[in-house]
């Protein structure tokens, strides 16, 4: 997978905790997704950003993504979790431990980050 692959993925997994059908747009475009999580996320954005998870990781596959529906969860309710799977114990999670320190959201980034990229 090329760095722009990565970058890609991150943009689309960042998106689907932050804007869901945004997210979702950019993997699928205007089709059936895009309307279901539309309306997943007016009725909240909880179901919104757990449908968006899945559709990028389940389409994601298709073009070679190692990205998961679990780790996706994962980094956004426990980062230090879904770095821990992709990476084990080591300097990642450290890291993930000291950014969650100080502000939730630079360690789910961080975690997110982790989780798109190939092993």
């Known amino acids: 997978m090329s760095d722009d692959e990565s970058s890609g ?28 999580n539309l309306l997943l996320t007016l009725f909240g954005w909880l179901p919104g950003a757990i449908h968006a998870a899945w559709v990028i990781s389940s389409r994601g596959r298709e073009s070679g993504s190692t990205t998961t529906f679990v780790s996706l969860l994962l980094c956004g309710f426990l980062p230090p979790v879904a770095v821990f799977m992709k990476r084990g114990v080591g300097v990642p999670l450290l890291v993930n431990l000291v950014l ?18 190939p092993d």
Request: aromatic residues 22%; hydrophobic residues 70%.
């Open 9 to 36: 993925d991150f943009l689309r997994a960042v998106l689907a905790w932050f804007a869901p059908p945004v997210g979702v747009f950019l993997q699928v475009g205007l089709g059936l997704a895009f309307w279901l």
């Open 100 to 117: 969650l320190w100080f502000v939730w959201l630079p360690g789910v980034l961080h975690a997110t980050w982790i989780a798109v990229q």
